[in-house]
């Protein structure tokens, strides 16, 4: 079955993309909640949508995964030079990313009249647990 058909139901769907590998299935999941985000935003006001595309944004699944890894190898103590120069780039993307998101959440806090601890409530988001 060919998940392109209209008429799949749910469970039809799910089942075909179980056997997705790892890497497929981290880039199916990013496009579903770019999907459902472009969703919501459609019907929203133009600066909500554009927010919450912004906080609902992930990292990039192939960026995360080599940060991770270059993050376990400096616990390892076994990251190169190169590697080490690399981790400091990726830190400084996902940072910006992460900034990126704390902005557009402040933003539709303001834009919504609301506390950015009740915004972050009633969308369910939570902050890292080393924050």
């Known amino acids: ?13 799910l089942r075909a993309i179980e ?9 199916f999941v990013e496009q579903v ?11 929203l006001m133009p600066d909500e949508g554009e927010l919450l595309l912004i906080i609902n ?13 270059l993050i376990g190898k400096r616990r390892a103590e076994t990251l190169t030079p190169e590697e ?5 780039q990726l830190t400084d993307h996902v940072e910006l990313l992460n900034a990126e998101r704390v902005s557009a959440l402040a933003d539709l806090a303001r834009l919504r009249q609301t506390t950015l601890s009740a915004l972050m409530k009633s969308l369910d988001i939570h902050p890292p647990a080393y924050a």
């Not at 909640?33 to 019907?43: D, G, K, Q, T």
């Not at 990039?60 to 890894?69: I, L, N, S, T």
Request: proline share 8%; aromatic share 2%; no cysteine.
């Open 1 to 13: 079955m060919s998940v392109e058909q209209s008429h799949a139901s749910p469970e039809q769907l």
């Open 19 to 27: 056997s997705l590998p790892g890497e497929e299935l981290d880039a």
């Open 33 to 43: 909640l770019a999907l459902r985000a472009r969703r919501i935003a459609s019907h």
């Open 57 to 69: 944004r992930p990292v990039p699944a192939d960026v995360q995964q080599r940060y991770d890894e």
């Open 84 to 88: 080490h120069t690399k981790l400091l």
